[in-house]
Structure formats: C-alpha cells, structure tokens
C-alpha cells in the first residue's frame, strides 16, 4: 500500500518570504499523481497543485512550485512571496495512475503559520 | 465553478442514533468519494462510488456504514449506531472520470459531533 509522510508538523514564515513544506512517499507503481492541497480554517480541501509523475518538469502554479524529485520519492512544496492568505493546514496526497477511480492517500498536514 | 455541496455543515447526534450526511456532486461527475477527518488527524479514505456500486472502500467502512445514490444526484453516508468515534468531519468528493490526473473536489465538510 501507498503510504505519503508528512515530517513537518508546523511550519512557520514571514510574509514575503519563502517557504518549503516537505513530503515523502512510498510506492512501487511507475505510474501515479501527486497532489498538494490546503485546508484553510474553513475546513474546505482546495486544491494547490498537481504533478504527474511520469513528467519530470516541476509543476509550478503562480508563487506555488514543486520540487519532485522521482528516485528520492520527494515531493516539496514551495511558497513565494507568502501571504496572510497562505496559512491554512497543507496535505500532500499521492493517486495511483492505475485506474480512474483511485483514492487519494493523504499525509498527515503541516499547519502553515504566516506572520505579519 | 462548479461545487461539490454537502448538508448538513454540522450535527449533533445522540451516540447510538441514525446519521445521514448528504452531498451533491458536481454534475456530470462520474465517481464520488467520502473521506472522514477526525479533529487534528489526517484525512482519510472511507468509500469510493462509481456506475452505481461501492469500487473500493477501507477498513474503517464497516457494516455501519452505507452509500447510497438515491436519485442520480444526491450521494448519502449513512452512519448507523453511531459512536464517540465517529465524531469528525466527512468529507464528499467528486471526479469527472477521463484521467486519474484530473482534480478530485471536495465538498466543504460536515461536521459530525456523536454525545
């Protein structure tokens, strides 16, 4: 089975600056999808950004970038310019390519603390 | 943009009582999910639904609980006999089919309270 690790608990950055959420995962599939979504205090799931990993470019979505590193099955998430608007619970989440219908499997979050 | 909506945002139910938690998803979507969030923890995967039958479901889907797609929109969680453990936040999730890498969306939560 799938398995994504979320080492970081919390995380904390200045507005402006930069910061780097870390994921790891566990997989013998070739074929998957990886995912970052964050959690606002509203709960809702929003999705951040995608990255199929049979690409070997980092998806990169306005001031958010992956860095996806396949051998390492290291999957980082990085925030430019950070925003008020930023902090929120982040999951990464790992989808197998094998089938239409497959769950995501998410880790564990990390809360992102933004100061002003 | 389209919206996966779930009713109701939160409820309070007696331990032991029936729970139905209801989502509509977004149409033309073609597989939908339940996923559960106990408070602090991770989410996690209950069900998934497609062509009108269960495709996958976890461990934590037992005999308590049921989907069920009554009318071709609305999709139900059924929790029976609820528990104190069962208090947390049920996610819906719906996808458009055509692809694996296309987004998952998710409802905006129903927070289940058991006392």
């Known amino acids: 089975a799938q398995t994504v690790t979320q080492s970081q608990p919390e995380m904390s950055v200045q507005e402006a600056e930069t910061v780097t959420l870390s994921c790891t995962y566990d997989?013998?599939?070739?074929?998957?999808?990886l995912f970052w979504y964050k959690q606002p205090p509203s709960r809702q799931m929003i999705l951040v950004i995608r990255?199929?990993?049979?690409?070997?470019q980092n998806a990169t979505e306005n001031r958010f970038s992956v860095n996806f590193q396949k051998a390492a099955k290291s999957f980082s998430l990085k925030i430019s310019d950070s925003q008020l608007g930023d902090a929120a619970m982040y999951f990464c989440?790992?989808?197998?390519?094998?089938?239409?219908?497959?769950?995501?499997?998410f880790g564990a979050g990390t809360i992102l603390r933004v100061k002003s | 943009e389209p919206e996966v909506t779930q009713t109701p945002s939160h409820q309070v139910t007696q331990m032991g009582q029936e729970v139905i938690l209801r989502c509509v998803p977004i149409s033309n979507h073609l597989y939908f999910y339940w996923y559960r969030q106990i408070l602090g923890q991770k989410v996690e995967f209950l069900v998934s639904f497609y062509n009108n039958e269960i495709s996958e479901k976890s461990e934590i889907f037992d005999d308590q609980f049921s989907v069920e797609r009554p009318d071709g929109s609305n999709f139900t969680l059924k929790i029976r006999s609820t528990k104190l453990e069962d208090s947390a936040m049920y996610f819906c999730a719906s996808h458009p089919g055509g692809g694996p890498g296309n987004t998952i969306y998710f409802g905006e939560g129903s927070w289940l309270t058991v006392v």
């Open positions: 990255q199929e990993a049979y690409k070997q």
């Open positions: 997989t013998s599939e070739s074929d998957y999808y």
């Open positions: 989440a790992y989808r197998s390519g094998s089938k239409y219908g497959n769950k995501l499997v």
